[in-house]
């Protein structure tokens, strides 16, 4: 015999009037129960949420700890992969999720990209909550339920859309979050059309992501990758390697996404022997084109399969065309920046990467500047990648 919670709505079920009349103190109990445990939740664990966010640099304003942000947590059955402090995988990316295609293998999108919408020019320095969520200890970035991807929120508008014959160039300059003069100095002098990549083992990422963020800037975070002389050569802790699985990759992966937030995509950092590992390189692209971010290879490798591997994956790409400063001598930097001028109006479009090294800083700046009367446009990095959704 079904009761009163579980019968269907406006159908009566006839019993003695003594026993019917239990239903609404029943009711009323489990809707008390139901409400302070909502309240429960609300008051308590939507703050530690946002706590998650602090953690590892991913800072937030103080205005932002209660009420304005929330973190949601989510899961997936049977995921393939292992987040960081459990032991099974909870990675899910809502209705937008990306799932490999037969026979080639490649990620495609379930539903397709809604218009491009980004954050408010006052909220640039603040991590967008359907754009965030909980993988342990972790907070990641994931596309929005309704495809939203951190890419597209988080990209600096270009002067202009699409490409209408400007010669453009995309400047990149990284090593930023390790030395706090270094970056104060990096955010402060650099025009906000440089794109800024922070190394993941900064101690205040959250801090100067906010501050790279309010001055215009968009970013990168720098993926450690293996390198052919490691462990001699080391990028750092968590690095990616060829001689880990792809759940210890991810693992790792998922450490360096969660040290800071509002970035466009990731960088590669040294990783001569990652980048040209197919094998080892296409789970953790899976992972990024899943996750909405783009992809940069610094252009240090000359047999990298980056680009290969990011059309397999879906995954937005580009590709710098040359390093600035791997001589640090003002004359040679400034040699460096005006060929890839004379590139950029040669094809339409040049790539530059560099440190930030106080050389590289100054003579950057004052070339943005320099330039500004010419024909040649300085664009974010997001605004020239190879999209393939956008397709």
């Not at 270094?182 to 190394?199: D, E, W, Y």
């Not at 998922?254 to 980048?275: C, E």
């Not at 400034?334 to 094809?347: F, G, I, N």
């Not at 040049?350 to 010419?374: K, L, Q, R, T, W």
């Amino acid at each position: 015999m079904s009761d009163d919670l579980t019968r269907p709505l406006g159908v009566k079920e006839d019993r003695p009037r003594n026993k019917r009349s239990l239903a609404v103190p029943i009711s009323l109990v489990l809707a008390l129960i139901l409400v302070s445990t909502g309240a429960f939740a609300w008051i308590y664990l939507k703050p530690q949420l946002v706590e998650i966010a602090l953690e590892n640099g991913n800072a937030v304003d103080e205005s932002v700890k209660v009420g304005s942000i929330e973190l949601r947590s989510t899961t997936e059955e049977k995921s393939s992969t292992t987040s960081p402090g459990t032991s099974e995988g909870n990675i899910e990316a809502g209705p937008a999720t990306i799932m490999p295609a037969e026979p080639t293998g490649a990620m495609m999108p379930k539903t397709p990209l809604p218009p491009l919408r980004r954050q408010e020019i006052g909220l640039v320095h603040l991590p967008d909550p359907e754009l965030a969520e909980r993988v342990g200890n972790a907070v990641l970035p994931k596309r929005s339920d309704d495809n939203l991807r951190p890419m597209d929120v988080y990209s600096r508008p270009p002067a202009t859309e699409g490409n209408f014959g400007v010669a453009r160039i995309v400047l990149i300059v990284g090593g930023l979050g390790i030395s706090q003069t270094g970056t104060q100095q990096a955010i402060k002098r650099l025009p906000p059309s440089v794109t800024l990549a922070f190394a993941p083992y900064g101690n205040s990422l959250g801090r100067w992501m906010q501050t790279a963020r309010k001055a215009g800037h968009e970013i990168l975070l720098q993926l450690p990758m293996e390198p052919f002389d490691y462990p001699s050569n080391n990028p750092g802790k968590h690095t990616l390697r060829t001689d880990l699985d792809a759940t210890a990759n991810t693992e790792n992966l998922n450490w360096l996404l969660a040290r800071t937030t509002n970035y466009v995509g990731v960088i590669g950092f040294l990783g001569g022997k990652f980048i040209t590992s197919e094998t080892s390189l296409k789970p953790v692209f899976d992972q990024l084109a899943r996750r909405g971010l783009l992809f940069v290879d610094d252009g240090s490798v000359k047999n990298s399969l980056a680009d290969r591997t990011a059309q397999a994956s879906l995954l937005p790409f580009t590709r710098a065309d040359m390093h600035i400063d791997t001589i640090r001598d003002r004359a040679k930097i400034k040699a460096r920046l005006e060929e890839l001028a004379q590139t950029a109006q040669r094809t339409g479009l040049a790539v530059g990467y560099a440190n930030a090294f106080p050389e590289s800083v100054d003579m950057i700046s004052a070339f943005v500047h320099s330039s500004a009367a010419s024909e040649i446009e300085f664009t974010p990095v997001s605004a020239i990648v190879s999209d393939p959704e956008r397709k």
